[in-house]
């Protein structure tokens, strides 16, 4: 079973604007990922908070966690064309000591140039 | 390229046919994953190794699929019998144990199609 559920399912945007999806998850965690996938492609792995941490950045990204509601957000800013991929989040229970993770649906984001 | 590799990267079959996919994992890592997806989906658990030790498996993964790691490095995963909701893509990952965090490097996949 998924564990996340990420919202919107799909979004478009113009090139240069800013992309928020948004992941939500059912039980407690260790971490929580999110990972990006072209069309038909593998999982290129992207950013990576622990359950202590409520922000977190790296180059264009963003991600926050509200581990108290279960759920996490990704911030895409200045959105390329190149950023057009599926985006998943992806959490490991807690106390599961590094096991399988739980992906979610995705959100299928499109950056028209 | 010392990242995650996986062949064949495409595969068509006919229903009740047996299958075999090989994924060699980065060389240190010592954790292999075997994850399934289909169309519009996430990646969905199948099974996963230490070593060479298989220490779980997915009630997704019946009788007909059977993985292996032998020797700890390369992995197999077969499937025998193949029924057309067997269609997906197969994805392998690996990873370092005691490594925080417990990011996951995927290989491209191997996308099967049963007709």
């Known amino acids: 079973s998924q564990q996340g559920e990420e919202d919107p399912q799909a979004l478009s945007i113009q090139e240069g604007e800013n992309a928020t999806m948004n992941c939500s998850y059912k039980?407690?965690?260790?971490?929580l990922q999110w990972y990006r996938q072209n069309s038909g492609r593998g999982l290129v792995h992207l950013i990576l908070?622990?359950?202590?941490?409520r922000e977190k950045h790296s180059g264009r990204l963003r991600v926050t966690l509200d581990t108290s509601k279960k759920s996490s957000s990704l911030l895409i800013t200045a959105s390329r064309a190149a950023d057009t991929a599926s985006y998943f989040c992806?959490?490991?229970?807690?106390?599961?000591?590094?096991?399988?993770?739980?992906f979610g649906k995705g959100t299928r984001l499109s950056v028209i140039a | 390229d010392t990242g995650v590799s996986q062949d064949p990267r495409h595969k068509i079959t006919k229903r009740g046919q047996n299958v075999t996919f090989r994924c060699d994992p980065i060389?240190?890592?010592?954790?292999l994953y075997w994850y399934r997806q289909t169309l519009g989906q996430g990646p969905e658990f199948l099974t996963y190794?230490?070593?060479?030790?298989?220490?779980?498996k997915s009630r997704l993964l019946s009788d007909r699929f059977s993985a292996e790691r032998p020797k700890g490095s390369f992995s197999t995963l077969e499937i025998q019998r193949t029924e057309q909701g067997d269609s997906a893509m197969y994805l392998c990952?690996?990873?370092?144990?005691?490594?925080?965090?417990?990011?996951?490097?995927f290989g491209p996949g191997t996308r099967l199609t049963v007709l």
């Open positions: 039980t407690s965690i260790n971490n």
């Open positions: 992806a959490t490991d229970q807690l106390h599961s000591g590094n096991t399988p993770l739980v």
């Open positions: 990952a690996s990873s370092l144990e005691f490594t925080l965090g417990n990011e996951q490097f």
């Open positions: 060389s240190e890592h010592n954790r």
């Open positions: 908070i622990r359950s202590n941490e």
């Open positions: 190794f230490q070593n060479e030790a298989q220490l779980e």
